[in-house]
Each structure stands twice: as structure tokens, then as C-alpha cells.
């Protein structure tokens, strides 16, 4: 089997690179692929009343442009890191970037909201084909682990930067062109990230793939799992606890979930080899970076909430009250790869992950009481998330086979998308049962105040106790492997 790093023979690189500079190249255009994964619904977000005017859309529709991409995303994440994993990284990884590029210039020609739709779903297949061959390749381009979370860091920290800064640079442009430019930016994005992987990235050994053929039916009820999951959060929020449809939503992906357990565990070639995943070191960091996506997403939606709807701040001082999180995510990038080498790669693991708990179990707690209490748990939230994905990350490909690493890196951005959506589902659930009339009214009574300060008590409180269970339970798996 090849060793991370091995290249074919007609390729000039014939072993892993030993320094961050050796692959400069390489990581330059795996940044760019995670810029664009990072950037690109928070840089459209801004644009959505501009793109409502103009294309005379619905907010349900408006709805969709968000959540069309994110839905396809994290539906055929796993699908495309298990194909990846047999066709080759970086030709699935290139051919995402084609079709991406192809997306976003039809962007030009949109007229209408349903076309727009379909491009952000294209650009949603395209993202399920390059992101999470990011990971894989960054980590199979070093042997040293050290190096391995370095370069890791790095590209998340470029995304992270990319996030942060999305919807400044959307503002911006929407004062002097057209919403349009926002997507057409991809472009120039693409043909760096090309450029960056055709010449840096080792092209794949063909020994080093994965063989077995692809389980077909297993995609297709691991996909409905995925996608039904992410639906369920937006039929809450659209329709209320009290419809059927998001019940519905919530039934099929369990059922679709257990076919596809019981199928991996019978058939021959299974999609996903589940005996992998419960090896420790795989199952521990997934858990991770589950208790840590589920604590961030419902922090981020319960003081998005608060800010504008509670205490009443316009959206441009919302966005300056969270600061401090995107300060410490940008400004953490150079602390990440030394708390990591001082303290070890399975404790930064659970120590980030923990971080990221404490801070919604602080603002849980304290949160009604003043910003600064809010602002603190966005500190330690930000300081978590900085160090687990990289953490994480690097524990579950460590656990893994050489020709599965885009399966595993596959599943960790399912975890935190699976995650992140389960989080709003419990805190938009929670409104939708304890707080009576709209909760985006822009003029509460007294009593819904009470009410919505009661919801944030009660959905906090429970993402907290899941999310605290999944970190002990993560700890207790990879402890063994540490010792």
C-alpha cells in the first residue's frame, strides 16, 4: 500500500515534502478551495434582499438559494470523498473546480429565482467534489504530524479569514456593482486553486487507491440520511414544530439512517467500511468534532437571535458584537500548531472540543446577564473551533487507511454539517413550543421576552448536556489509543 506522499512516476515529486515551503504550491491551491467553501454563503447572505428585489422572489425562495447549496454540500460529501478515495484525489478534486467555475460564470445569465436555485446547487456538487479532498491532501502531502496539523492550520486559517470577512467584502461590492460579481469572484478563485493543485498536488499512485467497488444503494440511503437531516432544521423554521413536515423530514432520515447501517453491515463492499469508523481514534475525533459543531451552531444562532430580536441592536452593531470571535479565529492561527506540539494532538483534541462546550454552557448560564458574558463565550467558542478542526481532523485520518483518507475527511465536514444542523433544529424547535407569535416581530411584549429568554435557557441547556456526553464519550475512545 502507498505511503502518504507517493506520486506516479511521470510527476516531479517522489516523496512527501518535508518543510511547509517544499509545498508552497500545493498550499496555495488548497487554500483557495477552502476560501470558497468558507466565503461562499456568508458573502452571499448580504446580497439576499438585493437578489429578492430584483428577481421578485419569495422569502421561501430566497430561503432556498442558502440552503439549496448547503443541502446538495452535505448530502454528497460522503458520496464524492468515498469516490475520491477510488477514481483519484486530485482528478475528482479538478473536475469540482471545472464545474464550479462553469456555476458560477452562468451566474451572468441567471433571470430568474429558480435558475439561481439550480446554480447553487450545481456549486453545492461542485463543493461535495473538492472539500474534502482539502484535508486528505494536505495530510497525505507530509509524513510528520507535526507538519500535518501546520499545514492544516494554515488552510484553515485562510477560510477562516475568508468567513469572516464575507460579508464586508459583499457590502462592499454590492455599493458599485451588480449582485452578480459576488458568485462570478469564484472564477479567478478556481483557476488559482487549479493551477495550485495541478502543479503542487502529487498526482494519486494508482496502488495507493481504494479498489473495492462502489456500493450504489449504500450512497443513495446514506445521501437521503444527510440531506433529510439538513432539510428537517429549515421545515422547522419555515413551517413550526407543530406541522408534519419537518416530522416527517426527521422520521425518514432516521429510517434511511438505519437502512443504511444494517446495509453496510451485510453487504460485500460496503460505502463506508463502519468497522473503521468505530476504531477509536475515528470515531473519538468525529465525536469531537460533533460535540464542538453542535455547541457552536446553536451559540451562533441563539446570539444572532438575542442581539437584533432581544436587546434590539440594528444588524451593523449585531455584527460588531461578534467581533471577538472573529478576532480570536483569525488572530489564533499562529498559536494553534505550538499549543498543539506543547500539549499533544489527543489533548488539544478534547481540550478545543471542551472549550467550545464551556463557552455555550457560559453563555447558557449567563448570557441574559450583559454582553460582556456574551462576549466571553464567543471567546472561548472562537478558541476551540480555531484548534479542533485541525486536531480532530488529524486523529481521525490518523486512524484510518492510507486509500481512505477523502472518506475520513469526508465524514468529519458531514459531522459538522450533520451537527450544525441538528443544533438550529433544537433551538428553532424550542422557540417554536415555548415562544408564542413571530419570533421576528421587531416589537416583543414583556411576556415573550420572558418566553425567549426561557428558550434560550432550555435549547442551550440541552446542546450543552449532548454536546458535554459526546465530548466525555470521545475522550473515554481515544484515551486508550493515547496511553
Not at 26 to 50: D, I, Q, R
Not at 300 to 308: F, S
Not at 329 to 355: K, N, Y
Amino acid at each position: 500500500m502507498a505511503s502518504p506522499g507517493t506520486t506516479t512516476r511521470d510527476h516531479p515529486l517522489s516523496r512527501p515534502f518535508r518543510s511547509l515551503r517544499e509545498a508552497r504550491t500545493a498550499l496555495v491551491g488548497l487554500s483557495a478551495v477552502f476560501l470558497f467553501e468558507m466565503m461562499s454563503n456568508t458573502v452571499l447572505n448580504v446580497a439576499l434582499p438585493t437578489i429578492g428585489r430584483e428577481l421578485d422572489a419569495p422569502t421561501i425562495a430566497l430561503q432556498w438559494v442558502t440552503n439549496g447549496y448547503s443541502v446538495v454540500f452535505g448530502g454528497l460529501m460522503l458520496v464524492f470523498g468515498v469516490l475520491a478515495d477510488r477514481l483519484g484525489r486530485r482528478r475528482v478534486m479538478i473536475a469540482g473546480l471545472v464545474l464550479l467555475g462553469a456555476a458560477s460564470l452562468a451566474t451572468a445569465a441567471v433571470t430568474s429565482t429558480g435558475e439561481l436555485i439550480a446554480v447553487r446547487a450545481v456549486m453545492g456538487l461542485a463543493a461535495a467534489m473538492t472539500t474534502p479532498g482539502t484535508m486528505a491532501m494536505a495530510f497525505r502531502l507530509f509524513e510528520d504530524e507535526g507538519l500535518r496539523v501546520r499545514a492544516i492550520t494554515l488552510i484553515s486559517t485562510v477560510g477562516m479569514v475568508g468567513l469572516a470577512i464575507g460579508p464586508t467584502v459583499g457590502g462592499l461590492v454590492l455599493s458599485f456593482a451588480p449582485w452578480q460579481v459576488l458568485l462570478l469572484v469564484n472564477v479567478p478563485i478556481v483557476a488559482l486553486a487549479i493551477a495550485g493543485i495541478r502543479t503542487g498536488v502529487p498526482a494519486d499512485d494508482p496502488a495507493g487507491l481504494h479498489r473495492a467497488p462502489a456500493d450504489l444503494p449504500g450512497g443513495v440511503l446514506g445521501t437521503a440520511t444527510v440531506v433529510l437531516t439538513l432539510v428537517a432544521p429549515t421545515l422547522f423554521v419555515a413551517t413550526g414544530a407543530r406541522s408534519w413536515a419537518p416530522w416527517a423530514a426527521v422520521a425518514g432520515a432516521v429510517l434511511a439512517g438505519v437502512l443504511f447501517v444494517v446495509r453496510e453491515r451485510t453487504v460485500r463492499h460496503p460505502l463506508l467500511d463502519l468497522s473503521l469508523v468505530a476504531r477509536p481514534q475515528v470515531s473519538g475525533g468525529l465525536a469531537y468534532k460533533a460535540a464542538a459543531g453542535l455547541a457552536n451552531a446553536g451559540l451562533a444562532y441563539l446570539v444572532t437571535l438575542q442581539l437584533q430580536l432581544d436587546w434590539g441592536w440594528p444588524p451593523a452593531l449585531a455584527s460588531l458584537g461578534m467581533l471577538p470571535q472573529v478576532v480570536v479565529l483569525i488572530a489564533g492561527g499562529p498559536f494553534v500548531h505550538r499549543f498543539v506540539q506543547r500539549v499533544g494532538i489527543d489533548r488539544a483534541a478534547w481540550m478545543s472540543a471542551g472549550s467550545v462546550v464551556a463557552g455555550l454552557a457560559v453563555y447558557t448560564l449567563t448570557g441574559r446577564l450583559g454582553y460582556p458574558w456574551v462576549a466571553l463565550s464567543l471567546v472561548f467558542v472562537a478558541a476551540g473551533m480555531r484548534v479542533v478542526g485541525a486536531a480532530a481532523g488529524v486523529n481521525v485520518l490518523n486512524g484510518l487507511p492510507a486509500d481512505r483518507t477523502s472518506t475520513g475527511a469526508a465524514l468529519i465536514d458531514t459531522a459538522a454539517e450533520v451537527t450544525a444542523a441538528v443544533g438550529v433544529a433544537v433551538v428553532g424547535t424550542v422557540l417554536a413550543v415555548l415562544f408564542a407569535g413571530d419570533v421576528t416581530d421587531r416589537h416583543w411584549s414583556a411576556g415573550q421576552t420572558g418566553q425567549f429568554r426561557e428558550a434560550v435557557t432550555v435549547s442551550g441547556g440541552v446542546l450543552t448536556l449532548v454536546s458535554a456526553g459526546l465530548l466525555g464519550w470521545a475522550m473515554r475512545r481515544t484515551r486508550r489509543v493515547a496511553q
